[in-house]
């Protein structure tokens, strides 16, 4: 089984941003225990800030792999982009956050991507994506 993971903006400061909400934990460590408890799965992990490229990585592995996990952080909320290119590709994709975003801030309440995704996980802090997994898994 193939899983992509990806990451968007900001998600490269975990462990040092807004630890309150986001916990003191970078995803690189937690990626590693990710591996070692899944060691059937073979990851491929990718973080970045600009939405093409995201967009460059959904198109990429999105008819090939088995399933996507998706934490768009603020493009959630705003790209129609992204959206559009989970719509296009054959993989399942499954968003995550690693906080309950209905209990933050209205802006981030709506998920613009998803109603094109196989489902969504948040609260959970990165146990989220944990749980990701083990949906694709069962």
Known sequence: MNIL?????????????????YGSENFESYFASLQESFPDIEFTYYQSNIEG?????LHKYGFDYDGIII???AYTHTSVAIRDAIAGI???VIEVHISNTLTRE???????????????I????LQSYRLAIQSFVN
Not at 53 to 57: A, G, L, R, V, Y
Not at 122 to 125: D, I, K, Y
Request: charged share 20%; hydrophobic share 35%; glycine share 14%.
């Open 5 to 21: 993971i990806i990451n968007g903006p900001n998600l490269n400061l975990l462990g040092v941003r807004e630890k309150s909400i």
């Open 53 to 57: 490229e995201i967009i460059n990585k």
């Open 71 to 73: 934490n768009a952080g």
């Open 90 to 92: 054959n993989t399942p």
């Open 106 to 120: 209205d802006f981030r309440h709506k998920s613009i991507i998803g109603p094109v995704c196989k489902g969504c």
């Open 122 to 125: 948040m609260g959970f802090g």
